[in-house]
T-cell receptor, first 115, second 112 residues
């Protein structure tokens, strides 16, 4: 399985600011995913990021709030824009999703607190 | 749409007890099924998987069998350890959309 790292591992930010989270993979992958895990909750998919195309956002998530870049096959960023306390969550990137089993492998997550 | 339902938590057991965490699913087609584990302060790790009916996934003493007739994928371990304390997520692959659908998670605490 791929080794995935995320930066930063945690951050405390003020409302109204933006934070960019980086996700680095040790091998080339086609599909990368960004998830949000609110405190005590399950994972919610924010968007799917394929290299060379625009990210595909899930219902309830918009590009203006969560812009995503995918410049190559080993790297992606997620920006949380104009943050409010409701954005306090763990943000996780994952890779995989390809056939035949569509399993995914996750990074360690970025713990974000917005004050 | 596809969905996954896990037993309500939290679950607290004594060391060496038998563990069952129930998971049922609703899906069209033939999804793959997964159990992920999240240790405190960490990301998710794939614990085990099963890709077709009657497959048994196993890892680190945990097992789960893909039961199509009951649409279930219950996680079991014969003798739990304190180090098994974590949150466990059941998930299925939404084949058409190439993404995972997660259950709500079950927090497991093992007391010595």
């Amino acid at each position: 399985s791929a080794v995935i790292s995320q930066k930063p591992s945690r951050d405390i930010c003020q409302r109204g600011t933006s934070l960019t989270i980086q996700c680095q993979v040790d091998s080339q992958v086609t599909m990368m995913f960004w998830y949000r895990q609110q405190p005590g909750q399950s994972l919610t998919l924010i968007a799917t990021a394929n290299q060379g195309s625009e990210a595909t956002y899930e219902s309830g998530f918009v590009i203006d709030k969560f812009p995503i870049s995918r410049p190559n096959l080993t790297f992606s960023t997620l920006t949380v824009s104009n943050m409010s306390p409701e954005d306090s969550s763990i943000y996780l990137c994952s890779v995989g999703g390809g056939g035949p089993t569509y399993e995914q492998y996750f990074g360690p997550g970025t713990r974000l607190t917005v004050t | 749409g596809n969905s996954v339902t896990q037993m309500e938590g939290p679950v607290t057991l004594s060391e060496e007890a038998f563990l069952t965490i129930n998971c049922t699913y609703t899906a069209t087609g033939y999804p793959s099924l997964f159990w992920y584990v999240q240790y405190p302060g960490e990301g998710l790790q794939l614990l085990l998987k099963a890709t077709k009916a009657d497959d048994k996934g196993s890892n680190k003493g945990f097992e789960a069998t893909y039961r199509k007739e009951t649409t279930s994928f219950h996680l079991e371990k014969g003798s739990v350890q304190v180090s098994d304390s974590a949150v466990y997520f059941c998930a299925l692959s939404d084949v058409g959309a190439q993404k995972l659908v997660f259950g709500q998670g079950t927090r497991l605490t093992i007391n010595p």
